[in-house]
Each structure stands twice: as C-alpha cells, then as structure tokens.
C-alpha cells in the first residue's frame, strides 16, 4: 500500500442483515460507536462521513471512495454483520487498492488474526475501545508515516506477516470523550435520532456472564457522571421534540448513587414529556426497591431485566449471580411502581437445557404473569456461541456442542448454532417455535385480567415511537383494537369518566360486529376465545350501535328486556351490564 498524499476523508460504516420485513433501509441503525469514532475524528480537523445501512450498494460506495477522495474505510463489526463486511471490505479494495481498510468492534477485537490471516483486503484491526487508536493510525497515514509498531490496541499487517501491538489501556474517563456528534448522521437517521435518541451512559462491566462477550470492553465498569450524562440529554431536548430515549448500557443500574441522580435529573425535565428505556440489574434492583420507584417516576416505561433461564443451576451455571425470588420480587416491585413495560429474555438451549427447563420457564412466566399482568414482555434467542465467551472457548465444561463454532448458518438468535447434552439442532429449533407460541398464548390468556386503562396505555405507546408486544397482539382483536382506535378521540369515554348525572346522554357503542350461535345468543370473538352473552344481555348489546343514547336504552329495556322489574332496577341492570362490557373492551360510551 502507498499513500502519497495527506488523508482527505474517512469513511465509518456500520452495515448488518435486515429481518427484510420492512422494505426500507432501516432508518433505526444507528452504531452509536462509530459516532464516537467520528466525532473525535470530527474534532481533529479530519472529514468523516458515517454510513449506517442494511442494504450497502457497494458500486456507489466504490464511486464516492474515489469522488471525495476517501483514504481510509472503517467497519464495526460483530459476530452477526461480520461476513457482510469483509465481503463489501473485498469489493472496495479490488475497485480501490489505495485505500487503507480498518475493522474494530467486538468480533473483530477478538478474532483479528483470523480475520487479517483470511481476508487480505484488510489492512488493520482495532482492538477493544477505538476513540484514540483509530486517531493515532489517521495521524500516521495522514503524515505520510507507516510505522505503526508505537499504536497500541492494533493487528496490522507488515511485510506479510501479522504484528499484534500490546493492549491499549482502557479510557478511565469517560467524561473526557466529546458527546456524540449528531450532524454526521445522514438526514434521515439525524431526524430519527432527533425523536428517538440512544445513549450510552458507562463501558465495560464486572460481571463474568458466560455467554456474554467477554473482556471486550473491559471487566471494569467505567461510568459516565450523572452530570455528564444529563448535559447529553439536554442537548438532545434542545434539538427538538425528543419522545423516546433508549439508554443503551447492560448495566444502567450498577450505581444507584449515580442512577437515582440521573432519575432526578430526567424529573426535572419531565415537562418535554419524553419516555425512556433502560436495562437493570435484577440483584441490584432487589436490594434498592426504591430506585424502581424513581425511576419510573422519572418516565422510565421499559425496564428490560435479564432473566435467561428460570431453573437456578442454569443461572448458576451462566454465572449470573442472581436467583428466581430476586425476579419475581422485582417483578412485583415494578408492578407496583406502574411500570408499563417489563422486558426479559430467556436463552434457550444453554446448559443442561432439556424439556425439563423448557417447562420450568413456561411455569415461572405463568407465575410473572400473574404478578404483573399485562406488563411483560418476553422474547426468547437460541444459544449464541460468540467467540471469546467462556461457552465458546469450553463448550465441553456446559455439556454443549458447537456445530457451527463461525454462525454462518443463519441470523443469530434465531439459528441453532450448539446443540445440547439432552437436545439436538431440531429439537432445540422446534422448541423456540413452540415456546414463542406459548408465551404468545399465555398473554392471551393474561388478557383477560389486564385492567382497561393499562391495555390503554399499550396502545397510546406507538405515539412515542414504542409498540409493545402486548399492543401488537391484541390487535388482532377486532373489538380492543376497534376500542382503544376510538379512545385516541376525545369523542369516546370510559363510564366512570362520565358525571352520573349525564351518563343517560351519551351514546353506548359495540365494537364488535354481531354474532349469533344457535340459539340466536350473541358471541364476541375474543382473541382467547368466544364469550357468550346471555338473552337479556345480548338484547341491550344489540341496541349498543352508538346512535341510541343510554336513557333511550333504559326505557327499551323497560319495555321489552326487564318489564318485571321497577325502573331504578333496571338502570342499575343496565349499567352493570356495560361495566361488564367495557371491562371486555366491547362497548365504549360516545358523547354525541
């Protein structure tokens, strides 16, 4: 490689694989580590361009490279993007040799010598955190130098053989990193990014999960300050109408000092109306019950937990370090502190998983269930074996197989990539499916208890840019998303919305279409199955059409339902018949 001339441009990418359910180029890809990178390029007189995308058109990448006169191209990496990226690495080098190509992030951090020893398009590989690495190597290109043997935290190539420099020390503070610059995303991701903010708030982590990349960031946890952290959430309200903010750290709650000082913060700022996301610790939020209040006090409406596994030796095995009570008692604490969202994961085929397991895990959501009914959201991901994980580099000592040790057969979390001492590839494949249909089942069930107003707070979510899976499933019961679609208006109310003395006013409305069983008795199709209303009740839920007011209804029934009774009795029937029915999402009270 010669470089004769001063570094003009850089090019950051972050590319991936779509799920391809949505044809657009992902307007949420957004590798807030890149923007690190640029930024700190940015801020040292360096032009950088950012590309994000899940559909890279190598050609017009090709043809900007020589347009801008780009030197140098970097791609973060991962386990899952990985092979797309040395494929666009090779297609940019062959259609431009000069051009110095560099990989970090976590998978190449890891495998660098593989990668340099396989794929000859790349020049460097950037190791663990690369604010300042990456610096050091434009500077060195940019001077005309090639001595790279003083870089720390990089793998190179020289002379045909590969050097690996020693460890770049970790950035102790954090503080001292510029925020992110926002303006070197692209116009349509700076208008997401703009509404939907992501931020990461602390690097590293203590703990030694087996199945989590290990030593990537470093076993040490650095955290941002509070202050520091609330300085970025000002400059995001103040650069337009932020609605939803995704802390992005695994370990948000590690210090409850410095969490309950940002929840004091984001309080103070609450007027802007925006919600928020962040991951907890399930042993930390046990042990300080009242940080789940503040924060959700502070617009916390997602708190993701991770759970993994409801059998103990499982969570013991993974070195999780927590247990089954410490969940449910934050699940409790959670419901109690109105939390909308709880969020966890469970792995499926990990360690001594058997069929066993899978039903223990199917016991203990039952049980979460009832504890915080309507707020959980479950997901589940087949056992990934990313390289550098304690599963990976001993597969033997957690009774596991790798039959796919480089994850080439599919998407993570969806591909079986080991199997089990007790479960094969289709076993475990078969199990996920049904899981998933179970968990989908038990939340259709759970339905029937969920209050109104929470199944209500679901459906306004979307206007923050969240959909729960508990909105996305319900509606596909035609009468709750007919229901909760009508109170978006201010036209429809709940009973007890309205004064006593004007409910005879306003209007009862069916949201379900009219269906009869044999008996001429109506049914309401109902997600989790027929609910059959009795003949007086299914006489007033016929008159329900929303164009006969509820004193009109109450003097039919009189005449042609409830003759026998006097006439306060009737009224009184009448309305518990709509309570009942509004606690089914079937009848909504229309003002005109």
């Not at 103040?238 to 309950?260: A, C, E, H, Q, W």
């Not at 596994?309 to 999780?320: E, F, G, P, R, V």
């Not at 709750?480 to 209007?507: T, V």
Request: charged share 30%; with cysteine.
């Amino acid at each position: 490689m010669s470089f004769n001339k001063n570094i003009q441009s850089i090019l950051l990418i972050y590319t991936g694989y779509s799920d391809g359910i949505h044809p657009e180029d992902d307007v949420q890809v957004i590798q807030l580590g890149i923007l690190y990178l640029g930024t700190v390029l940015k801020q040292h007189g360096y032009k950088v361009k950012i590309l994000n995308t899940y559909y890279p058109d190598t050609e017009k990448i090709s043809q900007e490279i020589k347009n801008e006169n780009i030197n140098i191209v970097g791609f973060y990496t991962t386990t899952e993007n990985i092979y797309r990226c040395l494929r666009c690495a090779g297609e940019l080098k062959s259609n431009s040799p000069d051009v110095l190509i560099i990989m970090g992030g976590p998978h190449a951090s890891i495998k660098d010598i593989d990668i340099l020893e396989e794929e000859k398009s790349v020049d460097i590989i950037i190791r663990k955190e690369g604010e300042y690495t990456l610096l050091e190597v434009v500077k060195c290109y940019s001077l005309l130098s090639k001595n790279l043997r003083n870089i720390k935290g990089i793998t190179y190539r020289k002379d045909n053989k590969i050097l690996r420099n020693p460890d770049r020390p970790l950035i102790e503070n954090l503080d001292s990193i510029p925020l992110p610059d926002r303006d070197l995303l692209s116009e349509s991701l700076r208008s997401f990014d703009i509404t939907y903010p992501r931020i990461i708030t602390g690097r590293g982590c203590p703990f030694s999960c087996a199945f989590c990349y290990e030593g990537f960031s470093g076993s040490k946890y650095r955290m941002r300050s509070a202050e520091n952290v609330l300085s970025e959430i000002d400059y995001l309200l103040k650069r337009g109408n932020v609605k939803y903010i995704r802390f992005m750290d695994d370990t948000f709650t590690i210090s409850p000092l410095r969490t309950l000082k940002i929840c004091r913060g984001l309080r103070e700022r609450r007027e802007k109306g925006f919600l928020w996301f962040a991951e907890g610790r399930v042993d930390i939020l046990a042990k300080h019950p009242d940080l789940i209040y503040e924060m959700s006090m502070a617009g916390l409406v997602n708190l993701h937990i991770g759970v993994e596994c409801a059998d103990q030796k499982t969570l013991d095995i993974y070195k999780k370090n927590i247990t089954l009570e410490q969940v449910e008692k934050v699940v409790k604490t959670c419901c109690k502190a109105q939390i909308p969202l709880i969020s966890m994961n469970f792995i499926l085929g990990g360690p001594v998983d058997s069929k066993e397991v899978y039903y223990k895990n199917l016991d203990f959501i039952k049980k979460l269930m009832k504890l915080a009914p309507g707020r959980l959201q479950i997901t589940s991901a087949l056992l990934i074996p990313f390289p550098g994980t304690k599963i990976s580099n001993h597969p033997e000592k957690y009774g596991l197989n790798i039959i796919d040790p480089l994850c080439k057969t599919g998407i993570t979390n969806e591909t079986c990539y080991c199997e089990t001492e007790f479960l094969n590839k289709y076993e475990l494949i078969r199990m996920k499916r049904n899981f998933d249909m179970e968990v989908d089942k038990i939340i259709i069930e759970t339905s029937r208890s969920v209050p109104v107003e929470l199944l209500e707070e679901h459906f306004r979510l979307p206007f923050y840019g969240i959909r729960s899976y508990w909105q996305y499933l319900l509606s596909y019961d035609p009468g709750i998303r007919r229901f909760f679609n009508w109170r978006l208006h201010k036209l429809y109310y709940y009973i007890n919305e309205i004064k006593q003395e004007e409910i005879l006013d306003f209007y009862p409305t069916r949201t379900y279409n009219l269906n009869y069983n044999d008996e001429n008795l109506i049914l309401l199709d109902k997600l989790y199955g027929q609910e059959l209303l009795d003949p007086c009740e299914s006489k007033l839920y016929e008159i329900s059409s929303g164009k006969i007011s509820f004193r009109e209804i109450i003097q039919l029934g009189k005449e042609k339902i409830f003759s026998e009774l006097p006439e306060d009795e009737v009224y009184k029937k009448v309305l518990d018949f709509y309570i009942k029915m509004e606690k089914l999402c079937a009848v909504i009270f229309a003002k005109i």
